[in-house]
């Protein structure tokens, strides 16, 4: 997200967050936090059809990984800041716990294609005994005992 997104988000104007970021600069590895090249915030501006007055800084803008957000969050004193840190704590509990259930949901699903597998090729092994009977059944099959001559 960008620096002015969360600014708005946190309620914060974009110059404090954008000086509490650069008094802190040791917590934003470049993983958490980068600022834009001019040619990509260029690319950036041109995307909005009509610039607004004011509305955008003569100053490349920073964005920030969800890391960053969250650290950003705490080196911000606001209330709104402390109140957004703890919402997306609780959404990446939500996001993991989600993770976990659907990683549970998915053993199961092997543990049964397992056992599909093996009652495959256990039916195969049925049919394949199917097809030995009958082809024994097929044979012309040796007749025993005492032989009259026709004829006699």
């Known amino acids: 997200m960008l620096d002015s997104d969360l600014a708005e988000l946190f309620g914060v104007e974009t110059k404090q967050l954008k000086q509490q970021v650069r008094?802190?600069?040791?917590?934003?590895?470049?993983?958490?936090?980068?600022?834009?090249?001019?040619?990509?915030?260029?690319?950036?501006r041109s995307q909005?059809?009509?610039?607004?007055?004011?509305?955008?800084?003569?100053?490349?803008?920073?964005?920030?990984?969800e890391h960053g957000i969250l650290q950003l969050s705490n080196v911000l004193k606001s209330k709104q800041a402390i109140e957004v840190s703890i919402k997306i704590i609780d959404v990446f509990v939500q996001l993991r716990t989600m993770v976990l259930s659907n990683t549970e949901i998915r053993l199961e699903v092997e543990k049964i294609k397992k056992k599909v597998d093996n009652q495959d090729k256990n039916i195969e092994v049925i049919f394949r005994y199917f097809d030995e009977l009958l082809e024994q059944?097929?044979?012309?099959?040796?007749?025993?005992g005492y032989k009259i001559p026709k004829g006699k």
Do not use: C
């Open 23 to 44: 008094r802190n600069v040791e917590r934003f590895p470049e993983h958490f936090m980068f600022e834009l090249t001019k040619e990509e915030n260029d690319v950036l």
């Open 48 to 65: 909005f059809v009509t610039l607004e007055q004011g509305k955008y800084s003569k100053y490349l803008p920073f964005a920030f990984s």
């Open 137 to 144: 059944q097929q044979q012309p099959r040796k007749e025993i």
